[in-house]
Antibody
Framework: EVLLVESGGDLVKPGGSLRVSCEAS????????MAWVRQAPGKGLEWVAS????????DYADSVKGRFTVTRDNDKSSVHLQMNSLTVEDTAIYYC?????????????WGQGTRVVVSS | DIQMTQSPSSLSVSVGDRVTITCQAS??????LNWYQHKPGRAPKVLIF???DLEPGVPSRFSGSGSGTHFTLTISSLQPEDIATYYC?????????????????FGPGTRLDIK
């Protein structure tokens, strides 16, 4: 069974930093692009970042570019999102998602999410 | 950047209704468009990929159609468990040059509630 479990969500002050993580199991992790998608309170889903299967390339939404960094450890089947210079607009549930294989572009497995609150 | 719109933004429905949600894109997506269902407190779930392919395990009352800039998600006979928010999502295939768009983005969502 494919399982994605996020952790690390917390309350942090504006300007602060936080690292959230996602541990994967039940599939060949190193074959899949992984992504982070967030949902702010009362808002829709927003793609945040994604990282290629080997970790050689990453993409970011304009809203987080230069502040967030996505990394992965294929030996530990984990993906991380380092978030710096946080603002109240970054308050959201952060979901880890697996991109299906090859050139398909859908996210076929998701974690339950980890909550990040940015507030003074 | 690609702009994605969905209509309606919300819809009051009854069990048994035929429900149609549309997604419009500002650029030609070909068939690179997926649909998700999201319930509060749950993980999003993919329903349709590549515009019209049903994800394994998803009930056949869900269907998708369209290409280019106009797409639809149809629920043929709404069931109580279908009350959720639905999102379209575009993607740029890794074999294409997508300088003018992010690799992924979601539409604003369509919320269904019971009439």
């Amino acid at each position: 069974e494919v399982l994605l479990v996020e952790s690390g969500g917390d309350l942090v002050k504006p300007g602060g930093s936080l690292r959230v993580s996602c541990e994967a199991s039940g599939f060949m992790f190193r074959k899949h692009t992984m992504a982070w998608v967030r949902q702010a309170p009362g808002k829709g889903l927003e793609w945040v970042a994604s990282i290629s299967s080997a970790g050689l390339s990453a993409d970011y939404a304009d809203s987080v570019k230069g502040r967030f960094t996505v990394t992965r450890d294929n030996d530990k089947s984990s993906v991380h999102l380092q978030m710096n210079s946080l603002t109240v607009e970054d308050t959201a549930i952060y979901y880890c998602a697996r991109r299906f294989l090859y050139d398909f572009g859908h996210f076929d497995s998701w974690g339950q999410g980890t909550r990040v609150v940015v507030s003074s | 950047d690609i702009q994605m719109t969905q209509s309606p933004s919300s819809l009051s429905v009854s069990v048994g209704d035929r429900v149609t949600i549309t997604c419009q894109a500002s650029h030609d997506l070909k068939k690179h468009l997926n649909w998700y269902q999201h319930k509060p407190g749950r993980a999003p779930k993919v329903l349709i990929f590549d515009a019209s392919d049903l994800e394994p395990g998803v009930p056949s009352r869900f269907s998708g159609s369209g290409s280019g800039t106009h797409f639809t998600l149809t629920i043929s006979s709404l069931q109580p468990e279908d009350i959720a928010t639905y999102y379209c999502q575009q993607y740029c295939p890794q074999y294409e040059q997508c300088d003018s768009q992010p690799p992924f983005s979601f539409g604003p969502g369509t919320r269904l509630d019971i009439k």
